[in-house]
């Protein structure tokens, strides 16, 4: 369902909470006190400056200097948080032609009439907490997200300009322009048709996600070199921004800008773990609303987990790597460990150092959150669509030490864009549920800063 009013809505909750925002957080915040003086310098044409304790590309602060050239903006500390807010305005129109993507549907012919699954979608915590604060998150997730609807739609070489723009706000996201060129290929190859001539062109071997077994996936794999010749041509713009950004990485000495000593990568496989019990938590109303709901969720993952001897037997070698893993590759974090002022602080403390044997304890539940998401993401997409982002959230998690909400987002929402027959009464409950945390966090953000601490934020 698409209708104007709901993205006049959504848009006017935006300015009265940036509005409320403002008159209460009048001074720079968290790391707002990096990114305003650097975007203060941009507006005054010093282009050369750069504050080396900044580790993300200048997008943001170009963005915020375009708006004010065109515009008349001033570049103080309430007209820079205007950014990501109008990139959170944005959210919806870009989401509507995502999910219209995972449907197969029309995308509403009127721009300014997005879907309310959309809208929903954009009221997702994290995104709607930082579109309020000048961090990059949302107008990188925009960018994201605008990539993969380009490459959805043919348009490989607008698709490669807006990954290159992408990049500019966060350079990990370049491994999600990849990402948009291996999702528009893979549904390229599902529906493709015979050639003019009636001859049939080589086929992907690639079945239905849940009627997949372990050598569908191997022949997959070995069917990928028939297609090659067909999808290469399409990698050129993408090719090309791959080539900028290894440039960038050879020139600048590394991946990070500015402060790298703080920013040193580490190999932190239970970040995959977060990661799933994260997704669910946030999820959890999509995953219900399938056919059946909870009840036959709850007895398709225990079949996938425990159906018989071999499922079985896997599930518990499984889990005895995973608690490897856990013990070998944990990362307590210092500044996890030391700045009370994030949720995660205290997600920390109170759960998984209550007791050594915690973490260990929550290993069946990655497990049964991963197939949880698998059936309902799987039930109409093949199998390599389906493990396709799992395979790309790889290099932008397993290299990050410190456990931070933010690196979930954009998998989150490429992840729950796949979802396509969320029913109606599904899309309400997730809305409730964000709406009810996002009203939650905002409220103990602004009006519960504590003596000697400050304000709670993600």
């Known amino acids: 369902m698409a209708s104007p009013m709901h993205h006049l809505v959504f848009t006017g909750i935006c300015i009265l909470v940036l509005r409320e925002l403002n008159g209460i957080v009048t001074e720079p915040y968290m790391d707002e006190p990096f990114h305003v003086p650097q975007a203060q310098a941009y507006c005054r044409g010093e282009f050369s400056y750069w504050d080396p304790k900044i580790t993300t590309p200048p997008g943001l602060y170009v963005v915020s200097w375009v708006l004010k050239k065109i515009f008349l903006f001033k570049c103080n500390l309430q007209m820079l948080r205007l950014t990501p807010m109008l990139a959170l305005v944005a959210l919806p129109i870009a989401l509507t032609h995502l999910l219209s993507y995972h449907q197969r549907v029309r995308p509403p012919s009127s721009l300014l009439a997005?879907?309310?699954?959309?809208?929903?979608?954009?009221?997702?915590?994290?995104?709607?907490?930082?579109?309020?604060?000048?961090?990059?998150?949302?107008?990188?997730?925009?960018?994201?997200?605008?990539?993969?609807?380009?490459?959805?739609?043919?348009?490989?070489?607008?698709?490669?300009?807006l990954g290159l723009v992408s990049c500019t706000f966060r350079q990990t996201n370049v491994v999600w322009v990849l990402y948009a060129y291996a999702?528009?290929?893979?549904?390229?190859?599902?529906?493709?048709?015979?050639?003019?001539?009636?001859?049939?062109?080589?086929?992907?071997?690639?079945?239905?996600?849940?009627?997949?077994?372990?050598?569908?996936?191997?022949?997959?794999?070995?069917?990928?070199?028939?297609?090659?010749?067909?999808?290469?041509?399409?990698?050129?713009?993408?090719?090309?921004?791959?080539?900028?950004?290894?440039a960038f990485v050879v020139c600048n000495g590394g991946i990070v800008l500015g402060d790298k000593s703080n920013h040193i990568p580490s190999f932190h496989i239970p970040q995959l773990y977060y990661f799933l019990g994260f997704v669910t938590i946030f999820g959890w109303p999509v995953l219900v609303s399938g056919p059946g709901g909870l009840k036959s969720l709850i007895k398709e993952v225990r079949y996938r987990m425990f159906g018989n001897l071999r499922r079985s037997l896997v599930t518990a070698i499984v889990s005895a790597v995973m608690a490897v893993t856990v013990y070998k590759f944990t990362i307590h974090h210092p500044f996890l460990l030391s700045d009370n002022r994030h949720y995660t602080f205290y997600v920390w403390r109170r759960i998984f150092m209550l007791h050594p044997v915690v973490p260990y304890l929550l290993i069946p539940g990655y497990i049964a959150c991963a197939w949880a998401w698998f059936l309902r993401v799987g039930r109409d997409q093949t199998l390599l669509q389906t493990l396709l982002l799992p395979v790309f959230v790889l290099p932008t998690l397993l290299p990050t030490p410190l456990l931070e909400p933010r690196y979930f987002l954009i998998p989150y929402v490429l992840l729950r864009a796949q979802v396509p027959d969320v029913p109606g009464w599904g899309v309400l409950l997730e809305g409730a549920w964000y709406a009810a945390i996002n009203a939650a966090t905002m409220w103990v953000f602004l009006y519960r800063e504590r003596e000697g601490v400050g304000r709670f934020m993600w």
């Not at 993408?238 to 950004?245: D, E, M, N, R, S």
């Open 114 to 161: 997005p879907t309310l699954e959309s809208v929903v979608l954009s009221a997702f915590p994290i995104v709607w907490f930082f579109g309020f604060l000048y961090y990059t998150e949302v107008p990188s997730l925009l960018f994201v997200v605008l990539t993969v609807v380009a490459a959805s739609q043919g348009k490989h070489w607008l698709a490669g300009l």
């Open 183 to 246: 999702s528009s290929q893979l549904m390229y190859l599902r529906f493709r048709r015979a050639a003019p001539n009636g001859s049939m062109p080589a086929k992907l071997h690639d079945p239905p996600a849940l009627e997949a077994g372990p050598g569908d996936l191997l022949r997959s794999i070995l069917s990928a070199p028939r297609v090659l010749p067909d999808v290469l041509p399409k990698f050129i713009p993408y090719g090309i921004v791959v080539a900028l950004f290894g």
